[in-house]
């Protein structure tokens, strides 16, 4: 069965990453618990972190949708992601759930202030839920969707469509359909 992957090998996978050409990271404070934000943190030392390009993701929900409890968690949570991944700044900070509608605005103005104040460089959001994205776009400077696309499941379609239309920059989750598309499922036999 599977016996889980150590640190040291996570650690060396993203060093052989660079050496082939990669330079995105993508992460969540929720990957873990915060553990995969850890790892990569421990990975960028020794000069690499301006190499790469990290992407992370904050859940913004709140348990009653109170607007000044939204700003502190999407506050709080970038704070912790600085801390865990051993920088000072996130390239792409995004939205790891649409915001809950009486938040939306505060969100997308914290989000905003975590820019001005150079703690994060854009922000983005991670759903296939195109209204969503219209609904944040008419309220802040919105740059990236990262869309759930692959060759058995499309349904981000329209996402990418609008982004294209729109000009947001693009990020596509589960490319090999949580690993189907990667064989790993499959016996395969030797000829």
Sequence with gaps: GWTGTTDAESIATIHLAEEIGVNLLDSAEGYGQGHSEEVLGKALKDGRRDRFVIATKVRPITDDGNEDKARQRVLDACEGSLRRLQTDHIDVYQLHAV?????????????????????????????????????????????????????????????????????????????????????????????
Excluded: C, H
């Design 99 to 191: 915001p809950q509608v009486d938040t939306m605005s505060v969100v997308m103005e914290t989000l905003a202030e975590l820019k001005t104040q150079g703690k994060i460089r854009w922000f983005g959001i991670s759903t296939n839920d195109t209204d969503a994205i219209k609904k944040l776009l008419a309220l802040g400077n919105l740059a990236t969707v990262q869309v759930s696309y692959n060759l058995l499941s499309r349904s981000g379609e329209e996402a990418l469509k609008l982004a294209k239309a729109e000009t947001l920059g693009s990020l596509i989750r589960s490319p090999l359909a949580s690993g189907a598309l990667s064989g790993k499922y499959f016996e395969t036999q030797q000829l």
